[in-house]
């Protein structure tokens, strides 16, 4: 609720969904099912609270233009390369067009020691070839209520990462790569640092 009333207080529209749920992909399922007047749904996951506006656009912008793809996320290099080796950033690995090959919360693809057990010039340097995905989600409507259908297969019941249902039913996900992207809140530390930064932001525009 304390999520409804900050958001009536700009003026959004606000949709309670059922309890039983256990992803926010099947609460927007919910809401879109009976929202037909709308060709795409974004999802905007709440760990990502300074997504920005452009990259929405940029989103819905590929889901008009090609019809091949039922979902569009995006992904953007490692800014700290030490942050591809926690579970709590999903990496994710395109094909050449761009397309989703894999989700995972470990740094992919795997990167053997060279030379008997010597470490590759990328491995000290910390660099991975995955980038961090964000949780954003763009859906064609008829592709989110066919998602939710879906039971959870053995990938993404191992990563717990829903995502990977889309890809092993055959749906392809086009990652826009993006140079930068917002930081993600996994953390209660990382919570308790977005607070402070949101904060001080706000002391400087009161001046």
Known sequence: MH?????????????LTSRSHCSGTDRIAE?????????????????????????IDKIVEKL?????????TAAHPFEHPEDALSPHQVKVVV?????????????????????GGVQSAEQKK???LSLRHQGIYGFRRNALLQF?????ASLERAESLEQLRALENGIKVHVLITAKGSPGIDTLADAEALEKKLA??????SR
């Open 95 to 115: 094909d050449l067009a761009g397309n989703a090959l894999y989700f995972s919360r470990a740094p992919i693809p795997f990167q053997p020691p060279r030379g």
């Open 148 to 152: 939710v259908k879906w039971k959870p």
């Open 3 to 15: 999520i409804a009333e900050a958001a009536f207080s700009w003026g959004a529209e606000v949709a």
């Open 126 to 128: 910390g660099r991975f």
């Open 64 to 72: 008009r233009s090609d019809r091949a793809f039922g979902i569009v």
């Open 200 to 205: 001080r932001a706000e002391r400087r525009i």
């Open 31 to 55: 809401v879109g099912r009976n929202a037909k007047q709308f060709a795409f749904i974004i999802n905007i996951q709440g760990d990502e609270p300074l997504v920005d506006p452009r990259l």
